[in-house]
Structure formats: structure tokens, C-alpha cells
């Protein structure tokens, strides 16, 4: 579907930038918002000359206002990772409601659709496993999480209350942990802070004792589930995630086999209310929008590595063997 004129909040950060890219690459115009609380424009950098990409900074819990037609929202500004959110209590609650409210406001006006980048975690450290859309969640609105999940919450009540009052099209995707390039080392994530501690050959941090599960997926992925649900009419939500399920541990283990780092592994004490386990139930995108993850872990990992030597790190000099 071509020539579509697209809003993507939060560009410039991890899943944003990935998301233009891949909307510029299918031949459509893309206007990317962000203030670079978490992002930096070095991610979308690579897409400046492109005459159909524009950057704006703009915290969009101030205003909102795009000039000429939009076809599509993509609302993805929010901090995304704990120690973001933790940092960012404020903001977090603040793009979420306000930042959300701007949003829909801006495809009210242009008659665009619009697609709300929720999370698998409005699903809290789940009772239910693996999570289907219908699972209303285990959410602790006090804990030190609850700014980012009761946030997304709220955004996706507020979506459904636009799109039953003021029949907006939109659409809800409830996205699981993704990983890949553009993490920023530091963002706390495991993924990202394991290759890290590997690639300075340091000891990999493993919260708890490990076994608890998480369920992840590779960027393209991701954006390519993303956009047939913001290219088709379902209103969602839908969870996009990878449903292989792996433990923190083996993850650890598999960034050591794939750096060949000599590091070593050391546990340390679990966050609070950091879920047991996470994986989605994913019939629904794959019934709605014909979607299956592509992307085999050990590859994933791999290419992330390989971001991560060369855009972050300089590669270990003596690998071995
Ligand atoms: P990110 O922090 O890399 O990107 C978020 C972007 O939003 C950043 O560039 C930041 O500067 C921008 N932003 C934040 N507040 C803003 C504001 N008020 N105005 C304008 N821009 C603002 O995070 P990410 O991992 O790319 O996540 C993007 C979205 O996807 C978030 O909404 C997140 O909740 C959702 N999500 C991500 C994951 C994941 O695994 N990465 C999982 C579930 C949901």
C-alpha cells in the first residue's frame, strides 16, 4: 500500500527508527517526532537526505501539529526500558496520557488512522501464561513499574474510548520484548547489557537465579508485525512477540558462546516486581494478519552483536578460541 503520508511518534528511538526506515524503504513519506529524551538522532541519521523523511523535535506532551495530510499514527514516543521509565517516572506517566491524547487529537483532525504501541507489560508479572489478548493482567499501579504499565493502560483505554465516542480508526499492538541494533548498551535490558559486559569482558550480570523466562523477538520482526496491523482495519490489541521462550540464564550463556568472551557469569539481586515469565499467546496475529516471528534467535543475537562491536564497541582484540 503505497504512498501513504505517515506520523511516527517517537522516531528517533530503537523501534522507531527501525519503523521508518522500513516505511521509507515500502515507498511511503514519514514524519518523525521526537524530543530525544531516549532516543538521539544518530538513529535516523542514515535517513536525513531521503527527501521523503522529515525530523522534527518535539515533546509531544506539549503539542502536536503536523502541517498538510497524514494518513497514519504511529504513537510510539514513551520511555520503553525499566531504567528509562524509573529515571523518567513523570515523563513516562505524562507521554502515555497527555503525549496519547496528542496523538488521536492529530488523527481526529487529519482523518488518519492511528496505532497505539502498547506492551506486554499491561499484562504485570501474569498469572496467565502464555498472555492472550484477552488476559486483563497483574499490574501493581504502586509498584516501581507501575508509571510505565498503568501508563500504557491508560493509553489503550483512552484509544478504545476514542475509537468507540468519536469513531476513530485505530489500533492497539501489544509488543513483547524485541532486541537487535540501535539498543543503546546502557538502556538495562538484558539483551543489550549482556553483550555489553561481554564485549568489555566483564562478568554478565543475571538477575535472581536465572530462571525466569522472557520471550524475545527480533527487530524486523517486530516492525513487520507492527505495520499489518497499521496497514490492515483491526483494531486489536494484538501481541506481537516472539513465542519462544528463554530463560535469562541461557540467554547469558548464548551471548557468551556468541562473543567467545572469556566473562564470566555473576548473580545479583532480582528487580522488584520483575515478571517470573513472559510469552505471548500470538494466535491472534498469526489468525489476523498472517504473522510468525522469521527470525531464529541464534541469528538475531548474532547480528546484534555484530551492531554492537562495530557501532558501540571496539571488537575484542584477541577472541578465544
Ligand atoms: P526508545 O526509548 O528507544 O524510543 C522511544 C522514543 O520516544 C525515544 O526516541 C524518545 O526520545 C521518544 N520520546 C519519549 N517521550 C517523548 C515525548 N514526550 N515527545 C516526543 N518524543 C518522545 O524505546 P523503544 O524500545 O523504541 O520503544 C518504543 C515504543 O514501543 C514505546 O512506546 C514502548 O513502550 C513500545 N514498546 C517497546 C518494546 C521493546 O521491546 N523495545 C516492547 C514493548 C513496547
Redesign the pocket.
Known amino acids: 500500500m503505497p504512498g501513504k503520508r505517515v506520523v511516527v ?2 522516531g ?5 527508527s527501525h519503523l521508518c526506515e522500513r516505511l521509507l524503504a515500502d515507498g511511503h513519506r514519514v514524519i518523525c ?7 538521539v538522532p544518530a538513529n535516523v541519521e542514515h535517513l536525513m537526505p531521503n527527501p521523503d523523511f522529515t525530523l522534527t523535535r ?4 506539549d503539542f502536536l501539529h503536523v502541517p498538510g495530510p497524514v494518513d497514519l499514527v504511529l504513537h ?6 525499566p531504567i ?1 521509565y524509573l529515571r523518567l517516572p513523570i ?1 513516562t506517566l ?2 502515555g496520557a497527555i ?1 496519547t491524547w496528542h496523538a488521536l487529537g492529530l488523527a481526529k483532525d487529519k482523518g488518519a488512522r492511528f496505532l497505539l ?5 499491561v499484562y504485570g508479572d501474569p498469572q496467565v501464561h502464555p498472555q492472550p489478548e484477552e488476559y486483563w493482567g497483574h499490574v501493581n499501579p504502586l509498584g516501581p513499574r507501575g508509571v510505565y504499565d498503568e501508563a ?1 493502560r491508560y493509553a489503550e483505554a483512552l484509544t478504545t474510548a476514542y475509537r468507540t465516542s468519536e469513531s476513530l480508526d485505530t489500533a492497539i499492538v501489544r ?4 532486541y537487535g541494533p540501535r539498543m543503546r548498551p546502557e538502556d538495562g535490558r538484558a539483551i543489550p547489557t549482556f553483550i555489553r559486559q561481554a564485549l568489555a569482558v566483564s562478568p554478565l550480570t543475571v538477575a535472581g537465579d536465572g530462571t525466569q523466562t522472557r520471550s524475545v523477538c527480533y527487530v524486523s520482526d517486530t516492525v513487520d508485525g507492527v505495520l499489518r496491523l497499521a496497514f490492515g482495519d483491526h483494531a486489536g490489541p494484538v501481541n506481537i512477540g516472539n513465542p519462544d521462550e528463554r530463560s535469562v540464564l541461557t540467554i547469558a550463556q548464548d551471548v557468551i558462546a556468541i562473543t567467545r568472551t572469556t566473562s564470566s557469569i555473576e548473580f545479583v539481586d532480582r528487580p522488584v516486581d520483575d515478571p517470573a515469565v513472559r510469552r505471548p499467546d500470538t494466535t491472534r496475529a498469526r489468525k489476523l494478519l498472517d504473522w510468525e516471528p522469521q527470525v531464529e534467535w541464534h541469528d538475531g543475537l548474532r547480528k546484534t552483536v555484530e551492531w554492537f562491536r562495530h557501532a558501540v564497541h571496539e571488537p575484542l582484540s584477541a577472541p578465544p578460541g
Not at 518535539?58 to 506532551?61: A, E, R
Request: with cysteine; net charge negative; hydrophobic share 35%.
Open positions: 511518534t517517537g528517533a528511538g530503537f523501534l522507531g517526532l521526537d524530543n530525544f529524551l531516549t532516543g518535539c515533546d509531544i506532551t510510539f514516543a514513551s520511555p520503553a526500558s528509562d515523563q505524562k507521554v503525549g504501541a502498547s506492551t506486554s507489560e500504557k509488543i513483547f520484548n524485541t
